[in-house]
């Protein structure tokens, strides 16, 4: 099987095994007022990308849409406050595709998780969303382009896009991100309790805001 088709078949299989999934994240209820907190057994799933020790005192989820622009605004603010907390703070990263066809480019992030290249590959498309995903339309074929210079195996990486490990880590996300009334990117929470309102300065408030609960401050 040549690569267009081999890209080809990928693509429809994807499409069809994330119909189900996609379909529940948009015809999804808010969910009902918990609290401050949430249950973080489903905020914390084990499959999940992390950044940052294992052991550290505060936890980042931080639930993201490759497409979704101030995702990319906020990427470099989240790795600052990880800097200037060195060792204190770990990032969770959780996928929430609310724009159509991200389901696709988040396939392929994650088979670039299985060839060691989750993080480059996912700054590399954040720096260069414009191009893949104009008027917030994701082109799948154009940001693989931007992943060549990362050098993966792309045989591998359109097979891994397609397989079940891969697919059961997105829908599962999908799955969470309902149960949990996510309804936008990013959605941020600081070890399990959600920010107040949407801000950088509101983000940096509960981080810190954890640090010195942990009496490690700087």
């Given amino acids: 099987m040549n690569r267009k088709n081999l890209f080809i078949g990928a693509a429809v299989g994807l ?19 918990t609290g401050p907190m949430v249950d973080r057994t489903v905020l914390e799933r084990g499959h999940s990308a992390t950044l940052g020790p294992a052991d550290a005192p505060v936890t980042i989820v931080e639930f993201i849409d490759p497409a979704c622009e101030t995702c990319a605004d906020f990427y470099p603010f989240v ?9 204190k703070v770990r990032l969770i990263m959780r996928w929430a595709p609310f724009h159509n066809g991200s389901q696709d480019v988040v396939a392929m992030l994650e ?16 720096q260069s969303q414009a191009v893949w995903s104009p008027n917030h339309t994701p082109q799948v074929a154009a940001a693989m382009e931007q992943l060549k210079p990362l050098g993966l195996n ?3 990486l359109l097979a891994d896009m397609a397989s079940a490990d891969v697919l059961g880590r997105i829908n599962q996300d999908i799955a969470d991100v309902q149960a949990l009334g996510v309804k936008a990117t990013p959605e941020f929470f600081v070890n399990g309790k959600p920010m107040p309102s949407f801000g950088y300065e509101q983000l940096r408030g509960l981080v810190d805001e954890a640090v010195a609960a942990t009496g490690k401050g700087r």
């Fill in 79 to 87: 790795k600052s406050l990880m800097a200037a907390n060195e060792g």
């Fill in 15 to 33: 499409a069809l095994l994330f119909a189900g999934g996609m379909l529940a994240l948009r015809t999804m209820k808010p969910a009902e007022p």
């Fill in 111 to 126: 088979a670039a998780r299985k060839q060691d290249k989750l993080w480059p590959a996912l700054e590399a498309l954040l």
């Fill in 154 to 156: 792309r045989e591998q």
